[in-house]
């Protein structure tokens, strides 16, 4: 493995992964997780707007949007956002989003359906658009390493709104597993850390109540059958 970037270049790491293809995470269909659980997300079909943390190019924001949830989403990575906005017969305005990063950008659908802030989420607060009452953080908060995602759990509890919503899909794994000699990967690993049900709780109590809705094996991270956990998070 000869990679130019760490992942603690950030915008330029992520940036080489989706132009190289080495994005195991990325799905063409939405996330059964979703699919699954939406009903938890929304349980009273009341929810107009959806936060979307550390979108990529996900499919799901589509899937969203056709709910009829307006979707904001947020990432670091100006190409998996320009991959995901290239399809026939959708145009976008571009304009800076100075509250979010001096090189922060907003780019909005014409149908103002879906906007995308390409930015770091750390930065991100009810300054940029109000409180959400459902957030939406798949395979995201544990590419954060300890510090960020404490951080990135503060932001998203200020931005929910009380009572509001967060489905969020993490990986638990042992880390011996990264020991193995024979493991075939193309990337530095971690990202993604390893996020229990402690972890969770450590970052979401008291001003939330926290419950594993399903875990399910995925086989992106080293091309091992590995635990993800899908938890419903809600603000009291
Ligand atoms: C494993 S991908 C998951 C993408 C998407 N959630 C999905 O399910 O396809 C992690 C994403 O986090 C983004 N990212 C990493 N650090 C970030 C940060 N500090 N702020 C915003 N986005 C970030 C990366 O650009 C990448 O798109």
């Given at each position: 493995m000869d990679l ?181 990967i193309d ?50």
């Amino acid at each position: 493995m000869d990679l130019p970037y760490t992942p603690d270049d950030g915008a330029l790491y992520w940036d080489h992964a989706y132009q190289t293809g080495r994005t195991r995470w990325h799905r063409e269909q939405v996330h059964a997780i979703l699919v699954n659980h939406y009903d938890k997300l929304n349980p009273d079909g009341k929810v107009r707007k959806v936060l979307v943390t550390m979108c990529g190019m996900s499919e799901d924001m589509n899937w969203l949007a056709d709910r009829g949830l307006q979707v904001v989403g947020v990432d670091l990575s100006l190409q998996a956002l320009t991959s995901f906005m290239s399809r026939d017969g959708w145009k976008w305005t571009e304009c800076p989003a100075p509250k979010l990063g001096p090189d922060a950008k907003l780019f909005t659908r014409d149908d103002g359906k879906i906007k995308l802030y390409c930015g770091d989420v750390l930065n991100f607060s009810s300054d940029l658009e109000g409180n959400f009452s459902a957030i939406y953080d798949c395979s995201s908060i544990h590419n954060l390493a300890k510090s960020s995602r404490e951080r990135m759990a503060h932001i998203l509890k200020e931005v929910l709104t009380p009572h509001g919503r967060i489905l969020l899909d993490a990986v638990e794994y042992d880390l011996k597993m990264l020991e193995l000699d024979d493991l075939n990967i193309d990337a530095p690993v971690p990202p993604p850390y390893s996020i229990t049900l402690e972890d969770m709780r450590n970052l979401f109590e008291p001003e939330c109540s926290i419950d594993l809705v399903e875990t399910h094996i995925e086989t992106i991270l080293c091309k091992r059958e590995t635990n993800f956990k899908c938890y419903l998070i809600v603000k009291e």
